[in-house]
C-alpha cells in the first residue's frame, strides 16, 4: 500500500482505536452500533478524503446497521478502513462492497466475542478478582478491571492493525475454520475453568443426623450426611447443585429466578435445620 497517494498514518490508527472504545455510548435498537462505527472511521474519512461531499458520502456510507461485540470489532474497523484507503485513491471498491465486507464480518466476529469475551474472559477474570475481594483485599476489584481491560483493549488493537494489514483478504483467513476452532477453544477452556472454581466457590453443608454411637468408654460418635457424603465424594452437592442449575438453565428458566430460588432454599434450609 506503500504507492497510494493518500495514506492512513500510524496516528489515524491510533485514534480510531480511542474512539473505538466509545462504540457502545451510541448504542440503540435501530441500528446497534452504526453510530459508534461512523464516529470511529472520522479520523480515516478525514485523512483520505479532502472533498467536503466525498467526506459526507463516507460518513452516511458508514451509518448503516452494524452490530457485532465491541472488544473484537478490532478486525472490521481495520479493514474497513483499507477499504476506504485503497477507494480513496482510485480502487474500483463501491459502496455496496465496502457494506458487504462489514456485514460478511460482523456475524461471525460476534458470534465468536460473544462465548469468548461474555463467556470466557469475564467470568475468569471476575472470578480471579472475587477470589481475593472474598477475603476483604482492595486488589481483588482492580486485578478484575485491569486483567479485563487488559485483554479487551489488546484484542481491539492487535485486531484493528491485523485487518488493516489484510485488507479484503482477511475473507480468506476467515472461511478457513479459524473463527469456529477459535470458539469451540474459547468454550473449553471457559468451562475448565469454571469447574475448577465451583469446588472453591460452592459450599453445601447439611447436619442432618443419620446415626449416634455410643462408644464403649461412654464417648458419642454422631454420624451425619454431610461425612458420608464427604466419604463418597468431597463437594458432592456442590456439583449436583451446579448441574441441576445447568439443566434448568438450559430450559430456558431466568437467571435471575434461579438466584432468588437459591436465596429462599438457603433460608428455608437453614430454618427447617438441614443447612448451615
Known amino acids: 500500500m506503500s504507492e497510494y497517494k493518500n495514506k492512513l498514518t500510524k496516528s489515524d490508527l491510533i ?25 470511529d472511521m472520522i479520523p480515516a474519512i478525514k485523512r483520505l478524503y479532502k472533498n467536503k ?7 452516511k456510507r458508514h451509518l448503516v446497521f452494524f452490530n457485532t461485540t465491541p472488544a473484537i470489532s478490532g478486525p472490521v474497523i481495520g479493514v474497513t478502513a483499507a477499504m476506504e484507503e485503497a477507494k480513496a485513491n482510485g480502487a474500483d471498491i463501491d459502496e455496496v462492497t465496502i457494506n458487504s465486507i462489514k456485514v460478511g464480518l460482523m456475524g461471525p466476529l460476534a458470534g465468536v466475542g460473544d462465548p469468548l469475551i461474555w463467556g470466557t474472559l469475564r467470568p475468569i477474570t471476575a472470578a480471579l478478582g472475587a ?47 479459524i473463527l469456529q476452532k477459535l470458539t469451540e477453544g474459547a468454550s473449553i477452556l471457559g468451562l475448565f475453568i469454571m469447574g475448577v472454581l465451583v469446588t472453591k466457590w460452592t459450599t453445601i453443608n447439611t447436619p442432618l443426623i443419620i446415626s449416634t454411637t455410643l462408644s464403649p468408654d461412654g464417648t458419642k460418635s454422631v454420624t451425619t450426611l454431610q461425612n458420608i457424603l464427604n466419604d463418597l465424594c468431597p463437594g458432592l452437592l456442590a456439583l449436583g447443585l451446579t448441574l441441576l442449575m445447568m439443566k434448568l438453565l438450559r430450559k430456558k428458566i431466568s437467571p435471575i429466578t434461579l438466584i432468588f430460588v437459591l436465596f429462599a432454599m438457603g433460608i428455608l434450609g437453614y430454618w427447617l435445620g438441614i443447612l448451615v
Not at 19 to 35: P, T, W
Not at 145 to 160: C, D, E, P, T
Request: glycine fraction near 8%; charge should be positive.
Open 15 to 39: 485514534n480510531i482505536f480511542l474512539r473505538s472504545n466509545l462504540q457502545q455510548a451510541s448504542f440503540n435498537y435501530e441500528r446497534i452500533h452504526a453510530l459508534g462505527f461512523c464516529f
Open 53 to 59: 461531499d466525498d467526506q459526507i458520502a463516507a460518513l
Open 131 to 177: 477470589s481475593l475481594a472474598i477475603t476483604g483485599n482492595i486488589i481483588g476489584p482492580i486485578l478484575f478491571f485491569v486483567l479485563f481491560n487488559a485483554v479487551r483493549l489488546a484484542l481491539k488493537w492487535f485486531g484493528l492493525q491485523y485487518g488493516f494489514n489484510k485488507g479484503i483478504n482477511i475473507v480468506k483467513d476467515m472461511a478457513n475454520n
